[in-house]
């Protein structure tokens, strides 16, 4: 730590071609209001959408406010359009709080639950959707050693046995009990059998989401809501094999009660739809938002829109003011109850229906709108340009630290703020955005303590060692922060 930092901020001018890993980059979306010219399924909540062909969104069940729908449709995303298969196929009853999960290797949908059972077992059915053939049932009430809970459960579908998960749940009564069990479905065997966990994570929960990870051989199970109806934030990883270990993994920064989920799986990437709710009004929800959670990081990252500020987690976040020149389009309206897919092809989130919020589920409205959520990350130019704003940050920061709070401290900074690099190969041009100029302004006018470091490297606290020295403690942070990115 020795290197001045003006000649770092030089080696890094004199770097243009510095290798970056997009991945830790924060990304945007474009948001796309699809209309399709052929008619589109009624509007619902608590439906199922997943992605299968590669291209193509399934969509299943759900609930009108009025009535629970028994129909299937495919929505093209190359074309744009929606092809109704029709209702009752197989003599599938209308549904919705099921679950849907797709074996990708054979192009088959599975599907769990439903809401309008009444009686004890129904619901707890399995049905399955073959490329060639409509949905038909493959296993009857699950009778001894299966799930109880019909409604709201999580499931996954692991390839390593060829089986369904299914975990917690809840009845379709107003006062039924939330389920904490863990159970697998073996296909071949067509039996359901009772999933030793061991670990002291509690997996009592209703409306989590699951998804399991080549990689390491486990399910993620995400957030949910409890049997006193509080909303949970954790990430719990169910590591499979003799003792189907559980364990916490992560902690969201964000509430994860009413949420819905999707997964890159080459890349293993979740990506979430959170309900947030209004702090004046709690009964309302304020927006969605989206979020990801990089399973091979454990890190968090809020996706904005090109409207929003930047998310304060990932490492010089603060500094992505112009990641890149978007269009100013609306975001979806906020909604719950919706669904939320990804298609790789066109990295791309897709959200379709859903409760149209302020409202409840007594709300007899439901959006039958659906949205394409183009991702777009840092090109290398903008990652380069952020990185030299992170070192020239530095170098008036250390200047704040080490220098007495007087008007000619404030002068300095001005003469500084105007820099830009000028190389014509060294990507866009680099000016510390106007935020981060008040944030050095104000340190400038006072006394900087290691607390003031916290405030301009965001999302990495505790990652680098505490120490007194503000100028030791600022270059670990930048350090970090820089290793982060090109790790």
């Known amino acids: 730590m020795t290197t001045p930092i003006n000649e770092l901020e030089s080696e890094i001018m004199s770097s243009p071609n510095l290798i970056f890993n997009p991945r830790k980059t924060p990304l945007k979306f474009i948001p796309h209001r699809i209309t399709p010219t052929a008619p589109t399924p009624r509007g619902r909540g608590g439906h199922q959408m997943v992605a299968i062909n590669g291209t193509d969104l399934l969509i299943c069940g759900g609930w009108s406010g009025t009535e629970e729908f028994d129909d299937t449709a495919l929505f093209q995303t190359d074309r744009g359009e929606f092809v109704t298969e029709g209702p009752g196929l197989g003599g599938m009853p209308a549904r919705s709080c099921h679950r849907l999960v797709v074996a990708r290797a054979h192009q088959t949908v599975y599907m769990y639950g439903r809401s309008s059972s009444r009686v004890r077992g129904e619901g707890t059915e399995l049905w399955h959707r073959t490329p060639t053939d409509g949905w038909s049932m493959i296993h ?13 459960v999580a499931m996954a579908y692991i390839p390593t046995v060829h089986g369904v998960l299914v ?140 409207t929003t500020d930047p998310t304060q987690v990932y490492p010089l976040s603060n500094l992505y003011a112009e990641l890149a020149p978007l269009e100013d389009t609306s975001p979806p309206h906020p909604r719950t109850a919706h669904q939320l897919a990804y298609v790789p092809s066109k990295r791309s989130l897709y959200i379709y229906g859903g409760i149209p919020q302020p409202g409840t589920s007594a709300t007899t409205t439901r959006l039958d709108d659906m949205w394409q959520l183009e991702l777009v990350s840092a090109t290398s130019g903008h990652w380069q340009a952020v990185l030299r704003s992170a070192v020239r940050r530095q170098v008036m920061f250390e200047l704040c630290a080490t220098s007495s709070p007087t008007p000619d ?79």
């Open 167 to 306: 975990v917690g749940g809840t009845g379709s009564g107003p006062n039924s009990p939330v389920s904490g069990g863990a159970y697998l479905y073996d296909i071949e065997k067509s039996a359901w059998s009772s999933l030793p966990c061991s670990g002291s994570v509690d997996l009592q929960r209703a409306s989590a989401s699951a998804f399991y990870d080549s990689v390491t051989d486990s399910t993620y199970l995400i957030g949910g809501r409890t049997v006193d109806n509080e909303d949970l934030r954790d990430v719990v990883a169910i590591q499979h094999g003799k003792q189907h270990t559980v364990r916490v993994v992560s902690r969201a920064p964000v509430c994860l009660g009413f949420h819905c989920a999707a997964f890159d799986e080459e890349n293993r990437m979740i990506f979430l739809s959170v309900a947030i709710q209004n702090v004046d009004k709690p009964d309302t929800l304020a927006h969605n938002e989206i979020w990801t959670f990089d399973l091979t990081c454990a890190r968090w990252s809020q996706i904005m829109t090109s």
């Open 140 to 152: 009857g009430r699950s009778g001894h050693g299966g799930p109880t809970a019909a409604c709201d």
């Open 409 to 487: 401290l404030l002068g300095q900074l001005a003469d500084l703020f105007p820099r830009q690099f000028s190389r014509e190969d060294a990507g866009p041009v680099t000016v510390l955005p106007m935020p981060e100029r008040r944030r050095l302004a104000g340190l400038a006018a006072r006394e900087v303590g290691v607390a003031d470091v916290a405030a301009i490297y965001p999302g990495i606290d505790g990652a680098v060692p505490a120490t007194d020295d503000v100028v030791l403690a600022s270059r670990l942070h930048l350090l970090d922060a820089i290793l982060y990115h090109v790790t």
